[in-house]
C-alpha cells in the first residue's frame, strides 16, 4: 500500500519560514520523481515544485520561485519543501505527490502524472 505523509505546516506570520515533510512508503522512493501542489480556498490545486528521483532536477512555479526550496533524502525516502517569506497567498493545503519514473533526470509537474498523493497539510499565512 502506497503511503504518503506531510507534516510540518501551521500558522505563520507573513515573511516567515516553514519547512514541509513528505514520508512515502510502499513505493521505491529512490526511483521516484515527487513534487509539491498546494489548493488554496476556493481554487483549484496548482503545482508548486518538483524534483528528479535523482535530486538533481527541479522545477517551480513562478509564484514561489527564489523563495521555495524543494529537497529530498532518498536515505530517508523523505522529500522537503522549504518556505520562505511567506505571503498571505501562499496559504493553502499543501500535498506532495510521488511516481516512479525509468530514468534519473525526470521530473513531472502535472497532476494527471501522478497516482499516488498525501492527505495534504494546512499552510496558513497570517498576522
Known amino acids: 500500500q502506497v503511503q504518503l505523509m506531510e507534516s510540518g505546516g501551521g500558522l505563520v506570520q507573513p515573511g516567515g519560514s516553514l519547512r514541509l515533510s513528505c514520508v512515502v512508503s510502499?513505493?521505491?522512493?529512490?526511483?521516484?520523481?515527487t513534487a509539491w501542489f498546494r489548493q488554496a480556498p476556493g481554487k483549484e490545486r496548482e503545482f508548486v515544485a518538483a524534483i528528479s528521483r535523482g535530486g538533481g532536477q527541479t522545477y517551480y512555479a513562478d509564484s514561489v520561485k527564489g523563495r521555495f526550496t524543494i529537497s529530498r533524502d532518498n536515505a530517508k525516502n523523505s522529500g522537503y519543501l522549504q518556505m520562505n517569506r511567506l505571503l498571505p497567498e501562499d496559504t493553502a493545503i499543501y500535498y506532495c505527490?510521488?511516481?516512479?519514473?525509468?530514468?534519473?533526470?525526470?521530473?513531472?509537474?502535472?497532476?494527471?502524472?501522478?497516482?499516488?498523493w498525501g492527505q495534504g497539510t494546512q499552510v496558513t499565512v497570517s498576522s
Open positions: 510502499g513505493i521505491t522512493f529512490s526511483k521516484s520523481t
Open positions: 505527490a510521488a511516481e516512479e519514473v525509468g530514468y534519473s533526470g525526470t521530473y513531472y509537474y502535472l497532476e494527471s502524472q501522478f497516482h499516488n
